[in-house]
């Protein structure tokens, strides 16, 4: 299986921060790369897929990046709504695998 | 608007059987794959299979494989997910969610449902 490795973990922020957050694959997963945002008692939703097409609907402080084996997910300026977990997910192989997910908090 | 709404969870023992639906509206059913993502807080999310929209072709995680089967009834805009076997650690939050892209399999979910809580204790 293809693992994916998401850092930081966790991370406090202020609204109006620019935030990275970075997902590293365990091998090359060209641009197979889906990045999805979770609140709590939620489903998630996807933000980004394709490693950077940004999904219809979603704002345009989300971007993505990346390709190969690493990829980071940009928000520009935080926003109050943003405050989640989120989650980066490969699509390159049929066995499916996602990251363990970042929490973003307030600081 | 496109919705998924999942059913069928609940409180099962080990060993016994369970039966997720998901309807579907909103879209046209029929002309997407259709897969089944869980989650746990210990093991994060974790995709358990996929149909295809004609259910022509079905993939499963090894760890259900054998065990859990996927199928859908694309005339009552249905999938379904019949789990066998229980056992403690399919406990999870059971999502159903649409591939993306008409008449293929992207791999990716767009959108999921509110989710379903098996829990599998004795």
């Known amino acids: 299986d293809i693992q994916m490795t998401q850092s930081p973990s966790s991370l406090s922020a202020s609204v109006g921060d620019r935030v990275t957050i970075t997902c590293r694959a365990s091998q090359s997963i060209s641009n197979y790369l889906n990045w999805y945002q979770q609140k709590p008692g939620k489903a998630p939703k996807v933000l980004i897929y394709g490693a950077s097409s940004l999904q219809s609907g979603v704002p345009s402080r989300f971007s993505g990046s990346g390709s190969g084996t690493d990829f980071t997910l940009t928000i520009s300026s935080l926003q109050p709504e943003d405050f989640a977990t989120y989650y980066c997910q490969q699509s390159y192989s049929t066995l499916v695998t996602f990251g363990q997910g970042t929490k973003v908090e307030i600081k | ?122």
Request: some cysteine; proline content about 4%; overall charge positive.
């Open chain 2, 1 to 122: 608007q496109v919705q998924l709404v999942e059913s069928g969870g609940g409180v099962v023992q080990p060993g016994t059987s369970l039966r997720l639906s998901c309807a579907a509206s909103g879209f046209t059913f029929g002309s997407h794959g259709m897969h089944w993502v869980r989650q746990t807080p210990g093991k994060g999310l974790e995709w358990v299979a996929v149909i295809w929209y004609d259910g022509s072709n079905k993939y499963y995680a090894d760890s259900v494989k054998g065990r859990f089967t996927i199928s859908r009834d694309n005339s009552k805009n249905t999938l379904y997910l019949q789990m066998n076997s229980l056992r403690a650690d399919d406990t999870a939050v059971y999502y159903c969610a649409r591939d993306p892209k008409p008449t293929t399999i992207r791999w990716w979910f767009d959108p999921w449902g509110q989710g379903t809580l098996v829990t599998v204790s004795s």
